[in-house]
């Protein structure tokens, strides 16, 4: 399978806890974003990279928040002290270059309790 | 800035009718537009996108969007729905600089009554 790949599909934790969840983009895709998605909702936007140049955070993203992409390949998105209002599902997805189209994983589904 | 605007949160539609879901978008530049869909629990995958080519886009499943630049929509469109249509359905826009990550409308949800 070479779509976007997110790991793990599901976590449960509890308040207070850290939580790490990665993407595995398209190979060659040079644009990774992620986003959150609540019940109901649009995703809304959390940050993105160009390679492993990180060149745009929400101020949904707060200082708990942090994103990575080393090497320009695959990406961490971490979340630390969770709160009940971080339960929700994070996407990741990934385009070859500007203003083409975003290719989506299926989300890692964070439970707070 | 840019952003989207759909109109209808929800849209009922008999099978085998027509189906319209609109959508309005502020951009400061020349704008991308795509559509995407999501049935339950499943991921978003892409119906069709416009990037300033052919102003009428067709896209996957008989859907189809035209782009009006003095209308500032992108309205989504199929002669005859499907009961397998029924899902959440996204409108998102994207400017021309890249500078801006992708920017998502709200959804409508799509029920097909049979």
């Known amino acids: 399978d070479t779509g976007v790949s997110q790991d793990p599909r599901h976590k449960i934790t509890k308040r207070g806890q850290n939580v790490t969840f990665r993407c595995d983009p398209i190979?060659?895709?040079?644009?990774l974003y992620w986003y959150r998605q609540t019940l109901g909702q649009g995703p809304e936007f959390l940050t993105y990279?160009?390679?492993?140049?990180?060149?745009?955070k929400s101020r949904l993203l707060s200082d708990r928040f942090s994103a990575e992409r080393p090497k320009g390949s695959f990406s961490t998105l971490e979340i630390q002290r969770t709160e009940q209002g971080d339960s929700a599902m994070y996407l990741c997805?990934?385009?070859?270059?500007?203003?083409?189209?975003?290719?989506f994983g299926q989300g890692t589904r964070l439970t707070v309790v | 800035a840019q952003s989207v605007t759909q109109l209808d949160s929800h849209v009922s539609v008999s099978e085998g009718t027509p189906v319209l879901l609109r959508c309005n978008y502020s951009?400061?530049?020349?704008?991308?537009l795509f559509w995407y869909v999501q049935h339950p629990n499943k991921g978003l995958q892409l119906l069709l996108k416009?990037?300033?080519?052919?102003?009428l886009v067709k896209g996957i499943n008989g859907f189809e969007a035209e782009f009006k630049k003095s209308e500032t929509s992108f309205h989504l469109t199929k002669p005859s729905a499907h009961m397998s249509d029924a899902a959440e359905y996204f409108c998102?826009?994207?400017?021309?600089?890249?500078?801006?990550?992708?920017?998502f409308g709200s959804g409508t949800r799509l029920q097909v009554q049979p």
């Open positions: 997805a990934s385009s070859i270059h500007v203003n083409t189209e975003a290719f």
């Open positions: 190979s060659e895709h040079n644009r």
């Open positions: 990279f160009q390679n492993e140049a990180q060149l745009e």
């Open positions: 951009s400061s530049y020349s704008p991308s």
């Open positions: 416009y990037t300033s080519a052919a102003t």
């Open positions: 998102v826009v994207s400017d021309e600089t890249g500078r801006r990550a992708l920017t």
